[in-house]
């Protein structure tokens, strides 16, 4: 029988940006730490023949490809004898829409439970220290064919918190849930406003400002292999989130990007509806402005304040400054309008 403390670590959503870091940073640990053993890790995706599929194997990660949608039951094959499952849900990957969040954790969730996995850790951009969004008051223009009933469009915030009520209520005592929330602005985030920074030479800022949390993809990796090389009994039960150590405004953001960028700081002010523009110009996906307007705290028009300082006791270690980020010559070099005489 496979020891829990040893067994394979399973990581859904392993071929998008955060996955991939997690994904390395758990194969990484036993390397930095030789008291920690060499677990197996595996990287669940879609598509086994990406270019981000073939890099994870590369790194050493077992890659097992399989569409959960609609295939559930090889998710149960490639739980079996796992130890940990690391559900890692990231509504800015293509495959994922507002409508399916929820099923996407549901099916994960069945899948540990018919293969006996001790130990969720459930990763989460929301806090219930915000306030809920039952659902949108938008409706979309298509009907349920059923009912022919106008469709209701579920908040993210709202599918996330139906996940943990979901692990909590649905898994036996035998298997035991972690929660890790990682809120507020990613740094890795200001890349959407890259090309209307490099062409206006500005930070696109709402009439209003408001204090967000920032956390570093890093960050996030860092925090969440710890818990997961861990014994199961120190982190069982815990729920931990994890910010920078910089509680800013937006106002703020915008200063030390144009610090870090080396440039007069400059914004330009504007309402909710032409920030909506700028975000889907970049991102091309209504449902990918959606959730960041949710988890920026600024779809519901209300200010963030509660920090905390997990990472620093998970890890040893605080996150990286904002300031920091654009110490990186190739970050700088993003967010530079292209030189058309090297088109």
């Known amino acids: 029988m496979t020891s829990m403390e040893q067994g394979p670590i399973f990581v859904t959503g392993a071929d998008g940006e955060k996955g991939m870091a997690i994904v390395q940073r758990l194969l990484d640990l036993p390397l930095q730490h030789k008291h920690l053993p060499r677990r197996p890790v ?8 990406t270019e981000r599929a073939k890099t994870l194997q590369q790194a050493g990660a077992s890659v097992w490809a399989f569409d959960i949608f609609n295939e559930p039951e090889r998710a149960v094959e490639a739980l079996q004898g796992v130890t940990k499952l690391l559900l890692l849900i990231d509504p800015l990957n293509d495959r994922m829409t507002r409508n399916n969040v929820l099923q996407f954790a549901k099916l994960f969730v069945d899948a540990a439970k018919k293969a006996h996995v001790d130990h969720i850790i459930f990763l989460s951009p929301f806090s219930p220290a915000e306030e809920p969004l039952p659902w949108m008051a938008k409706k979309t223009n298509s009907l349920d064919e059923n009912n022919k009933q106008c469709l209701y469009r579920p908040s993210f915030h709202y599918q996330f918190k139906c996940t943990e009520q979901y692990l909590l209520q649905e898994l036996d005592s035998k298997t035991q849930v972690t929660i890790l929330r990682y809120p507020g602005i990613l740094h890795q985030h200001l890349m959407v406003f890259r090309d209307y920074v490099a062409e206006h030479n500005a930070f696109p800022l709402l009439d209003l400002d408001y204090t967000v949390e920032s956390c570093n993809i890093a960050d996030i990796a860092r925090a969440t292999a710890y818990i997961a090389h861990a014994p199961r009994r120190r982190h069982a039960g815990n729920v931990y989130k994890i910010t920078g150590p910089q509680l800013l405004t937006l106002h703020e953001v915008s200063e030390r990007m144009f ?13 909710l509806s032409d920030l909506r523009q700028i975000l889907y110009d970049n991102l091309g996906n209504d449902d990918h402005v959606g959730f960041l307007l949710e988890m920026w705290g600024l779809q519901q028009r209300r200010r963030r304040f509660e920090i905390t300082r997990d990472l620093e006791a998970l890890t040893g270690e605080s996150g990286k400054l904002l300031n920091e980020y654009f110490d990186d010559d190739q970050i700088r070099d993003f967010f530079k309008k292209p030189n058309p005489s090297m088109a």
Do not use: C, K, T, Y
């Not at 595996?42 to 023949?49: E, M, Q, T, V």
């Not at 610090?259 to 309402?271: E, K, T």
């Open 259 to 271: 610090s870090g960028l080396q440039r007069d700081h400059a914004v330009n002010r504007m309402d």
């Open 42 to 49: 595996l990287a669940g995706l879609a598509d086994a023949s």
